[in-house]
């Protein structure tokens, strides 16, 4: 039985190779590739929410330039089986120099406990969304493309 909303916020950035910033994650017992954001805290708006998230993962400030895409059909969460995911998307631009380590490959952790991110180019083409873990991401990538 859904009891909940969970509101996601995650900000697009494509570089000047046809590329977009993707978070490869271990949590939760899993590995997943999402784009960089997170959950809405309660008291906070998308926009804020979305650079509370990039400064936690990345410690980049962010400006957002537009939206890009809600959710607008049911999606269960994948990891709360009592919550409905509603993501809003946005596209985003480093407002300073962009200071991550970029990685090479896939899942490609510099710790091996805790939190385990790291940041990667994809390339947008027809192949990209099997890269994503989960279904909206794999709808927002095919709109990119």
Do not use: C
């Amino acid at each position: 039985m859904i009891e909940k909303f969970n509101i996601r916020v995650y900000g697009l950035l494509l570089n000047d190779n046809s590329e977009i910033l993707v978070a490869d994650e271990f949590e939760f017992g899993m590995k997943f590739t999402k784009f960089p954001g997170g959950g809405l805290e309660l008291g906070e708006g998308l926009i804020d929410g979305l650079k509370r998230e990039w400064m936690e993962e990345l410690g980049q400030e962010i400006e957002v330039i537009d939206h890009f895409y809600t959710t607008d059909f049911f999606q269960l969460s994948g990891f709360h089986s009592n919550q409905q995911l509603i993501s809003i998307y946005y596209l985003v631009k480093p407002v300073s120099d962009f200071k991550i380590t970029i990685a090479k490959k896939p899942f490609d952790f510099k710790n091996t406990s805790g939190e385990m991110l790291s940041f990667r180019w994809l390339e947008l083409n027809n192949d990209s969304k099997e890269q994503l873990t989960f279904p909206i991401d794999k709808i927002v990538i095919n709109k990119l493309i």
